[in-house]
């Protein structure tokens, strides 16, 4: 008998508990109904304060974390189920049901359903407490070269290609190599490259900067930091380059594509770990000459070398560029042979070929005659005789400065609102009354100069256009 009560106290408050709750939810009834009014009231000031910061986070440019926007819908669905049952008729029917009582079958689901909202709000609240609601999106613009023009595939560049992303996967391969004569192509193959690295999810990260003649450190440490998210506050080349090591680091794996190397580039300097500090960290570099890559260390086997265009390829660019005026009859073989006086240089080919197309028989036949006077010339010779003509072939002085005056302003790429205050500043602008009218023509002019491929896309976001370097050493030696 003892061991029978004993067994009965232990069982006990698990047994009445249960009933002890479901009774609560009927004597408890208005309790409940204000404890739940109450959590509402608190959860949808929190959803104000979070929407607040949801708001300025995104005028900042931010994306929204997805944990914080499963917590907004969440809060939406839960407060609507509150709502729904506080304007619930039935609410209306516990307090009699025809009888002298009050219904108490009602009023027991009524309670119970409101004590489980009231604990599923407090649960969302509890989980409202969020360090940053946003973060900064990883830019990637992929850049610029004489083929943007192009969307012609050719046989030599798609099997360097593979050759490219063949090394990158390569555990051995921490650095990597791609030189050639200026105008080949290089950057815009590389940056085809990094948009398939990106498809194919090779690297957790792809950036690309462009080093150039005169590197800027702060602005290549700029660049790479913007593509990851970063923002860089310290002021010294050497503290920017300690954050920036830590913020790549960080990635797992990452693509860091270095272009238009001039001179060995001081890795350490930029922020750059080594293979050794960061096995997952790859380079991909261009330049002009093997030499800047063999200082770089890039091993032999990782070196590639970006040939000029094949005759047939030379062709097929030129025809894609030209259009359907190299069939008329009367240009089809002086179109020929201008193709192959561009020497296979894809900056030659683009340029040409698209300032020729709108031009009548007595232009190709001068730019024939222009393009042999050099034909045994140097590559530089050749480029500088071939660009030289695109200039001339601009429609007008206005488009002309403005071209010229792209090549003279300081740095690698400008900013379209700082060309215009410029150009403005030295009324190359005709008959303009108002900024407006000023900023469309720029645009226009911009936009033409493009078309001919004597100006590049630069970065998108901030509205810069670039230069190819032959094409600025050309407009300042015409300047």
């Known amino acids: 008998m003892d061991a029978i009560i004993s067994f009965v106290g232990s069982i006990a408050p698990y047994a009445f508990a249960p009933i002890r709750r479901e009774v609560g939810y009927l004597i408890l ?46 809060v939406n669905e839960v407060i609507e189920r509150a709502n729904q049952l506080l304007e619930d008729p039935r609410r209306r029917e516990v307090g009699c049901s025809g009888w002298s009582f009050p219904n108490l079958i ?11 909202i009231a604990n599923d709000v407090a649960g969302v609240q509890g989980r409202s407490d969020f360090n940053e609601v946003g973060y900064r999106p990883a830019l990637y ?10 969307g012609e595939k050719l046989e030599t ?18 650095k990597i190599g791609v030189f050639g004569f200026g105008g080949v192509g290089k950057t815009f193959l590389v940056n085809e490259v990094a948009e398939i690295a990106k498809q194919q999810k090779l690297f957790d990260a792809v950036v690309i900067a462009l080093v150039s003649e005169t590197p800027d450190i702060k602005e290549i440490q700029g660049v790479i930091a913007d593509m990851l998210g970063l923002t860089l506050k310290e002021e010294t080349i050497a503290g920017r380059a300690c954050r920036l090591k830590m913020r790549i680091e960080a990635e797992k794996t990452v693509l860091i594509i270095l ?14 770990p080594s293979n050794k500090e960061h096995i997952g960290c790859k380079l991909l570099m261009t330049s002009r000459t093997q030499d800047v890559l063999q200082k770089m260390a890039v091993q032999k086997d990782f070196t590639f070398r970006l ?5 047939v390829e030379t062709w097929s660019l030129f025809q894609s560029m030209a259009e359907d005026v190299v069939n008329d009859i009367s240009l089809n073989n002086l179109a020929t042979q201008i193709a192959k006086q561009c020497k296979g240089l894809p900056l030659l080919i683009v340029t040409v070929a698209s300032g020729l197309k709108s031009k009548d028989i007595s232009a190709w036949k001068d730019a024939l005659s222009q393009l042999q006077s050099v034909g045994h010339a140097e590559m530089d010779v050749i480029a500088h005789s071939a660009l030289e003509l695109s200039y001339n072939w601009l429609a007008n002085d206005e488009i002309k400065a403005l071209f010229l005056l792209s ?26 009354s108002t900024v407006d009218d000023a900023r469309n023509r720029l645009h226009s002019i911009i936009e033409s100069l493009k078309a001919s491929c004597l100006l590049l896309e630069g970065n998108k976001r901030s509205q810069r256009i670039r230069m190819h370097d032959l094409v600025r050493d050309v407009a300042i030696s015409i300047a």
Request: aromatic fraction near 6%; proline fraction near 2%; glycine fraction near 6%.
């Open 29 to 74: 009834y208005e309790r409940n109904f204000t404890k739940l009014i109450g959590c509402v009231s608190n959860l949808q000031a929190v959803r104000e304060a979070i929407n607040h910061r949801v708001e300025a986070e995104r005028k900042n440019g931010k994306i929204i974390e997805v944990g914080v926007q499963n917590w907004l819908v969440e």
């Open 106 to 116: 009602l009023r027991h689901q009524l309670g119970k359903i409101a004590t489980k």
């Open 141 to 150: 613009e992929t850049g610029s070269s004489s083929a943007t023009c192009v």
């Open 157 to 174: 560049r798609e099997s360097f290609k593979e050759g490219i992303l063949k090394a990158l996967k390569d555990p051995k391969a921490c």
């Open 259 to 272: 272009d238009d190397i001039w001179k060995p580039l001081e890795l350490e300097k930029v922020g750059i």
């Open 307 to 311: 040939e000029l265009l094949s005759d």
């Open 407 to 432: 090549a003279v302003l300081p740095g690698d790429t400008t900013s379209a609102n700082y060309l215009l205050k410029v150009a403005m500043g030295l009324d190359i602008f005709k008959n303009l």
